[in-house]
């Protein structure tokens, strides 16, 4: 019969609450300490950004000084897992497992007699007429001693109970099959049993099928990009292959019918305020992006719409009153490079230059908070204090930030100070080199390559190296003069360089010391967090409107240094090279995600040429030739093919041809003689 032993003192429930604590909490609170901004220099220190860069980081700490719900889970959870050690620690738990040698204190190699005779010692140290009762030990403690040294001295010596203890492990027999409950009976017993079952029925039955059946189908939901799947079918419908920036802007805008969860709506008056706004400024351009967001019925959902308002009012840098908008319009922009992204891939998986260039380009305008059908001259509102009434009085002479510099400078301007500043870190990259470099295979069973060949075969694995540095507007750099023997050196520095970085893996070169590639935060003061500014690599065709190399992102370009013996940094991006022969005219393609208007372009040719024939190597045809005396040349002479002769023969041929040639020129002489 079956017995059930509960844990009237709660140790396993203590140890089963302390491991599950630890497999919960360990993660959560790494996963929580883990949300620390990126440590990255001091970039821009305009005003305007340095207030920026303060509001974030009291943010930030009032996050962590704020006690959100998850803090005070952590906490009350760490609180309970110290107090369940500290008790546990306490407890003194005894072992039931019966065992007469170690209640003797003897060895289990010790015979009948040596432990009769250890028995004889411990009874007359044990027995309750020798030991007296003390403050410690009272008389009932003394008898049960000397009862369980007795009956594991029986155990051993007598015949039957010692065959119980081999056979049962235990001296009386069988025991009835016991099992344990790590709860206190009076939490399973009685009225409390209905309790007990409910919880294990919500928990195990109903919290935990519900959470991974959430996170099953919550991940079946989302594509490789983070997004709905719905928002992925939405941008591969509605992107065309010559899609505009506002058309790009409206595909975007379907998305946010699944991506954008809104809160409750608290600003419904300010949002037609902002809406209306929006189409006085917006325009034309606006009722066509509204356009492009409706459904195929030619209805606009009420999160595309409000989600559009919100993005329009960012790029038109109007202001937001109401908190609940603003939490939205800072959901929605940090929410931005995850859709476009996704969309960028959808461009790219059908080798569409111009969507994809549009995306990148809607990028940094939402960076900057300007509107992406702005006028030739607006990018350069990024500049700190440059407002578009600014812009109207300016002639059409200024279109460079150093033009508009100088026209504040001779006004007496008190923002010129501030504008220098944004100017010596703004991101501005010069394309110092981009070439072509082909490879060729040395062995075709070890498949080494050898790069720099001048020939480029069809097919061939070619690098698109770039070599790019940061050049901000109105630098003044003084170069020094070098000798020959200088210049000399440095040649050789960047060749030496050159290779060793096309010899390696990287995909940038390295640069040192360590931190030295490293621009700090970019000129954004209207983006709701720090920005890092990156840039795109695209190798597109303009003429068939196709990308030859997909884009390829890259970061930490280095400052333009004239007392440097390299300022720049080398990128490299491997390709396969078209399978037909020809010239093939491209263009390079450098797009900011951050600087609006900061874009390089710089055409650059291919030549695909047949790699040249060796005249030294044996033709297939004088290899494949059997020798005359083997049984494959004697197969090949029947059927009347080319056999290789032996020399021997070869030797009497040449003796023979030259006797009868000696025997023809002596008749001659003889016969010249008779004449």
Same mark, same amino acid.
């Given at each position: 019969m079956a017995t059930y032993e509960y844990d009237e003192a709660g140790v396993m429930a203590a140890y089963f609450l302390i491991t599950f604590l630890a497999l919960v909490l360990v993660p959560l609170t790494i996963s929580s300490l883990s949300r620390k901004s990126e440590k990255v !220099?001091?970039?821009?220190?305009?005003?305007?950004?340095?207030?920026?860069?303060?509001?974030?980081?009291?943010? &930030?700490?009032?996050?962590?000084?704020?006690?959100?719900?998850?803090?005070?889970?952590?906490?009350?959870?760490?609180?309970?897992?110290?107090?369940?050690?500290?008790?546990?620690?306490?407890?003194?738990? &005894?072992?039931?497992?019966?065992?007469?040698? &170690?209640?003797?204190?003897?060895?289990?190699? @010790?015979?009948?007699?040596?432990i009769k005779s250890h028995f004889k010692k411990l009874s007359r140290m044990y027995h309750p007429d020798k030991v007296k009762a003390s403050a410690n030990q009272t008389l009932? /403690?003394?008898?049960?001693?000397?009862?369980?040294?007795?009956?594991?001295?029986? !155990?051993?010596?007598?015949?039957?109970?010692?065959?119980n203890w081999l056979k049962y492990n235990h001296p009386d027999g069988p025991q009835p099959t016991s099992y344990g409950i790590a709860l206190p009976k009076w939490f399973v017993e009685g009225k409390n049993n209905i309790w007990v079952l409910g919880a294990y029925g919500i928990v195990f039955g109903g919290a935990l099928p519900a959470l991974v059946g959430r996170w099953w189908f919550g991940n079946r939901q989302k594509t490789k990009d983070g997004i709905n799947a719905q928002s992925a079918a939405a941008f591969f419908k509605s992107l065309k292959e010559e899609s505009t920036i506002e058309e790009v802007v409206g595909t975007l805008g379907k998305a946010y019918q699944w991506e954008f969860a809104a809160t409750k709506e608290k600003g419904g008056s300010e949002l037609d305020t902002l809406e209306k706004a929006v189409a006085k400024s917006g325009g034309t351009r606006w009722a066509e992006v509204q356009k492009l967001a409706q459904d195929f019925d030619g209805k606009l959902h009420e999160t595309r719409r409000k989600a559009l308002v919100l993005l329009y009012a960012h790029l038109l840098r109007l202001k937001i009153t109401d908190s609940g908008l603003k939490k939205d319009q800072t959901q929605l922009l940090l929410q931005s490079p995850l859709l476009l992204n996704a969309l960028l891939n959808a461009s790219v998986s059908r080798n569409w230059l111009a969507p994809t260039l549009s995306?990148?380009?809607?990028?940094?305008?939402l960076t900057q908070a300007v509107p992406p059908d702005a006028s030739p001259r607006a990018w350069l509102t990024q500049l700190?204090?440059?407002?578009?009434?600014? @812009?109207?009085?300016?002639?059409?002479?200024?279109?460079?930030?150093?033009?508009?510099?100088?026209?504040?400078?001779?006004?007496?301007? /008190?923002?010129?100070?501030?504008?220098?500043?944004?100017?010596?870190?703004?991101?501005?990259?010069?394309?110092?080199?981009?070439?072509?470099?082909?490879?060729?295979? @040395?062995?075709?069973?070890?498949?080494?390559?050898?790069?720099g060949e001048r020939v480029v075969a069809p097919s061939s694995i070619i690098?698109?190296?770039?070599?790019?540095?940061?050049?901000?507007?109105?630098?003044s750099t003084e170069t020094k003069e070098l000798s020959v023997d200088?210049?000399?050196?440095i040649v050789k520095l960047n060749d030496t360089k050159d290779e060793e970085f096309l010899t390696s893996r990287a995909e940038a070169e390295d640069i040192?010391?360590?931190?030295?590639?490293?621009?700090?935060?970019?000129?954004?003061?209207f983006w709701p967090v720090g920005r890092k500014p990156s840039w795109w690599v695209v190798l597109g065709d303009d003429k068939s409107n196709r990308i030859v190399v997909p884009p390829f992102k890259i970061t930490d370009i280095p400052f333009s240094n004239a007392n440097s013996d390299r300022d720049y940094r080398s990128y490299k991006i491997q390709f396969q090279g078209p399978p037909t022969t020809g010239l093939f005219t491209w263009r390079v393609y450098l797009v900011s995600d951050t600087f609006v208007g900061e874009e390089v372009v710089k055409d650059i040719t291919l030549k695909i040429e047949d790699p040249p024939v060796v005249n030294d190597q044996q033709s297939d045809d004088e290899i494949s030739e059997p020798d005359e005396d083997s049984l494959a040349g004697q197969m090949a002479a029947m059927r009347g093919g080319k056999v290789k002769k032996r020399k021997d023969d070869e030797e009497d041929s040449d003796e023979e041809s030259g006797t009868d040639d000696d025997d023809k020129d002596s008749d001659s002489s003889s016969d010249s003689d008779s004449d």
């Open positions: !220099s001091p970039g821009c220190q305009c005003s305007s950004c340095t207030d920026h860069f303060k509001h974030i980081s009291r943010n &930030e700490r009032g996050l962590l000084l704020s006690l959100s719900r998850r803090t005070y889970f952590i906490i009350a959870g760490w609180s309970i897992f110290g107090l369940l050690c500290y008790w546990v620690a306490g407890l003194k738990t &005894e072992s039931k497992v019966y065992n007469p040698f &170690e209640i003797l204190d003897i060895s289990s190699e @010790l015979s009948i007699k040596e009932e /403690d003394i008898q049960n001693k000397f009862v369980e040294l007795t009956k594991a001295y029986k !155990s051993l010596t007598d015949d039957t109970i010692r065959e995306v990148m380009r809607l990028q940094a305008c700190p204090g440059i407002e578009k009434q600014d @812009l109207v009085q300016l002639s059409s002479k200024t279109k460079e930030m150093v033009d508009l510099l100088r026209v504040l400078e001779k006004k007496g301007d /008190d923002r010129v100070p501030e504008v220098k500043k944004a100017m010596e870190k703004w991101g501005r990259v010069e394309m110092v080199d981009a070439s072509f470099k082909g490879t060729s295979l @040395l062995s075709s069973s070890f498949c080494s390559t050898v790069i690098f698109l190296v770039v070599k790019l540095r940061i050049s901000p507007p109105g630098l200088e210049t000399k050196r040192s010391p360590a931190g030295a590639n490293d621009n700090g935060w970019a000129h954004a003061p």
